[in-house]
């Protein structure tokens, strides 16, 4: 089982960058592929970015991909988003989540993963 705490959210202009972070606790954070979804109020959870549990293999959202970025330290148990040349419509909490090795279901979805984390909630707006 593996814990995971989101943080880095906040408050910033049209254009600029934020970089989110998801420690994990437990002993095996290697065994898990990662994600980040959002949710802005409203909307259904989606889909931001995802990335192996090597970090060899990584994926977007289209409507992210160019600006933002998934890397993962397996040594420090911990996921990132970097984000740039955000946008107000990037607005939202974010998500972490973790996909253990054999667990069914898709990456692109919420239901592939097993684990989640509380929430970080970003704002874009000047």
């Known amino acids: 089982q593996v814990q995971l705490v989101e943080s880095g959210g906040g408050l910033v202009q049209p254009g600029g960058p934020l970089r989110l972070s998801c420690a994990a606790s437990?002993?095996?954070?290697?065994?898990?592929?990662m994600a980040w979804f959002r949710q802005a109020p409203g909307k259904e959870r989606e889909f931001v970015a995802r990335?192996?549990?090597?970090?060899?293999?990584?994926s977007y959202a289209a409507s992210v991909k160019g600006r933002f970025t998934i890397p993962r330290d397996n040594a420090k148990k911990t996921v990132y988003l970097q984000m740039n040349s955000l946008r107000p419509e990037d607005t939202a909490g974010y998500y972490c989540?973790?996909?253990?090795?054999?667990?069914?279901?898709?990456?692109?979805?919420?239901?592939?993963?097993?684990?989640w984390g509380q929430g970080t909630q970003v704002t874009v707006s000047s």
């Open positions: 989540a973790a996909k253990p090795i054999a667990y069914s279901g898709t990456y692109y979805h919420e239901r592939g993963y097993a684990y």
């Open positions: 437990g002993r095996t954070f290697s065994n898990y592929a």
């Open positions: 990335i192996s549990t090597s970090g060899a293999s990584k």
